[in-house]
């Protein structure tokens, strides 16, 4: 009935080799990250545990055989790709032929923002450092989702959720919500088809990637609702719902209202507070069609027969939402939560009344306004390549250089989270999760840390064999609270892992 | 159709509040225009030199 849950973000970025577009593009990412490790992750370099990992096993009570899985989805392998822990708790490394950051986990939306910032800054200081090695490349990063030639990366939300509701509710629920949600988060693009070879302007980078409402996949056959059942906690009480559809972010506004609005809808699929079947009939198309229509106008048909515009269906789950927080926190509802809701209402608002007024928000609307202006200006076709450059570019990290960022420069994208708070960010964890645990580990004893991974900490104390595994199975333990003074007493991981363990005896 | 009803607060503000806010973009668009031309124009100098050579040559892997 809030905002707050276990969450975090996972974001692809696209990359180029200037001057060289057949340049290997795994070994730019992992020039990047190394890049950035060579500098911030001090002496020993940790390696990822995999043990907890499962990318076959379906949430839907299966397995996939590996023998029939396409190797892109074996994510649990080892390639040797470059891979780092990172002090503020995420993940940097390369993921098929891209470097991701996973951000730490957090507990609410305005850190989603903050940690998924601090990738953003993680990012272009890697690329500025491996441009300045010796032979090193002049490497651009952009936090876009497709190249507009047939392929498409992702920027995926993790969101814990209760193990004890059905996922046929998930799914019933969350699948109409899903399909409307880009008119408040998507990022924009130009061109339209998986190859964007018909000229136009749509809503959301990825709705033309999607081929079916629920699976496995991620890389091929892309569903709506992904049934990935990893979920890096107690396998009793909880699912991570591993959510694949949505667009990479620049403005801060539609990172925080696409996981905040996503959280709300959660809370009340898990507290069966949603009665009404919203289900739209053949979700796919109909992905595509309110992508498509950036008029807003576009009637989807829902099952029960009744035609709406997508912004009716978010005023639809809007509404259930509020009505749910009051009924269930009154006047005991959070801030965040609160001002979540009402910025939702104000956009939903404005964007039947004023579009132009969220441009300082909303991704796609603050991209398509400034293509109006050139077409006015210039007198420009969709097919012409600038407004291609224009899309493009406003997704690439560089300041001087990023459409987004002149923007922001210029005072026209509004923030959330003060630049100040985003640098700290890049070095320390949230203090609120088991992120604070891995985190600091990784600070304080860099020498001793043999590999980590969302569920566990491996420790390598000299002369004490084997590895010494500290599992960290609850996100919501491992905290400052927690252990903060634990940390601070140890000089050590010796002195740390004798302390857990005799605790735990 | 009754359901499309269901938030007729909604739909119903939709023309009053057209009006206002049409009403006060015409009335700042002289100023808008001054801002627009000073967006794009610093858009101009940073947008990378050859359009076609550089959207061409962005090429990706897929990805997740």
């Known amino acids: 009935m809030s905002v707050r849950r276990v969450m975090g973000t996972e974001v692809e970025y696209g990359i180029s080799v200037l001057g060289q577009p057949y340049a290997n593009p795994m070994l730019a990412s992992s020039q990047i990250v190394n890049a950035y490790a060579s ?43 470059a891979n780092v822990i990172l002090t503020n708790g995420a993940r940097l490394y390369v993921d098929h032929a891209h470097p991701e950051y996973s951000s730490p986990e957090v507990t609410n939306p305005l850190d989603v923002v903050r940690w998924d910032k601090a990738g953003e800054r993680v990012m272009l200081t890697a690329a500025e450092r491996a441009a300045n090695q010796p032979g090193g490349l002049a490497i651009a990063l952009y936090k876009n989702n497709t190249d507009n030639k047939g392929a498409s990366y992702g920027a995926h939300e993790n969101y814990l959720v209760s193990r004890a509701t059905p996922f046929t509710d998930i799914v019933r629920h969350l699948v109409p919500f899903f399909v409307t949600r880009q008119v408040i988060c998507g990022a924009g693009r130009v061109g339209l088809g998986q190859d964007g070879r018909q000229h136009g302007f749509q809503i959301s980078q990825r709705a033309d990637f999607f081929e079916v409402e629920v699976g496995l996949e991620t890389t091929l056959k892309r569903p709506i609702i992904n049934t990935r059942d990893e979920p890096h906690a107690d396998p009793e009480k909880f699912r991570r719902l591993h959510v694949i559809l949505g667009d990479a972010n620049l403005a801060e506004v539609s990172t925080y209202l696409k996981v905040g609005t996503t959280a709300l809808v959660l809370a009340m699929i898990e507290d069966g507070w949603i009665t009404d079947d919203l289900s739209v009939d053949n979700p796919v198309a109909a992905l595509r069609a309110v992508s498509h229509d950036s008029s807003l106008t576009e009637l989807l048909t829902l099952k029960s027969g009744r035609r709406v515009t997508a912004l009716q269906l978010q005023w639809d789950y809007h509404d259930l939402a509020r009505k749910h927080v009051e009924d269930r926190l009154g006047a005991d509802a959070d801030e965040q939560t609160v001002d979540v809701l009402d910025r939702w209402e104000s956009v939903l608002t404005r964007l ?39 899309d493009l570019q406003y997704a690439d990290l560089r300041p001087e ?98 302390a857990l363990t005799e605790s735990l005896d | 159709m009754a359901q499309e009803q269901k938030h007729p607060q909604k739909p119903a503000e939709t023309d009053e509040a057209e009006v206002v806010v049409d009403t006060s973009v015409a009335e700042r668009k002289g100023a808008l225009d001054d801002d627009v031309d000073a967006i794009l124009d610093e858009i101009d100098e940073v947008l990378e030199a050859n359009a076609e050579d550089f959207v061409k040559s962005f090429i990706q892997k897929g990805g997740q």
């Not at chain 1, 911030?40 to 096993?57: C, G, K, T």
């Not at chain 1, 922001?408 to 923030?415: F, S, V, Y």
């Not at chain 1, 064999?465 to 903060?484: E, M, S, Y």
Request: hydrophobic share 40%.
């Open chain 1, 39 to 81: 500098v911030s992750v001090q002496a020993r370099r940790a390696r990822w545990d995999f043990e907890e990992e499962f990318p076959l096993r379906d949430v839907r009570g299966w397995e996939r055989p590996r023998s029939v899985a396409d190797p892109s989805q074996l994510t649990d392998e080892d390639l040797g790709l």
């Open chain 1, 352 to 390: 039947s009344n004023d579009v132009w007024s969220c441009a300082g928000e909303i991704d796609w609307v603050a991209k398509l306004r400034l293509l109006t202006q050139y077409r006015e200006r210039d007198g420009l076709d969709w097919s012409d390549a600038k407004l291609h450059l224009i």
């Open chain 1, 401 to 498: 250089k990023g459409l987004y960022h002149r923007l922001l420069a210029g005072g026209r994208m509004e923030r959330l989270v003060d630049e100040a708070l985003v640098a700290t960010a890049v070095s320390d964890p949230p203090e609120d999760t088991r992120a604070y645990f891995r985190g600091n580990c990784l600070a304080r004893y860099p020498d001793q840390v043999a590999a980590a991974s969302w569920d566990s900490v491996i420790f390598d104390l000299a002369g004490r064999d084997p590895l010494q595994r500290i599992p960290t199975l609850d996100p919501l333990r491992g905290t400052k609270a927690h252990v903060g003074a634990l940390l601070e007493r140890c000089r050590d991981a010796r002195e740390l892992v004798a």
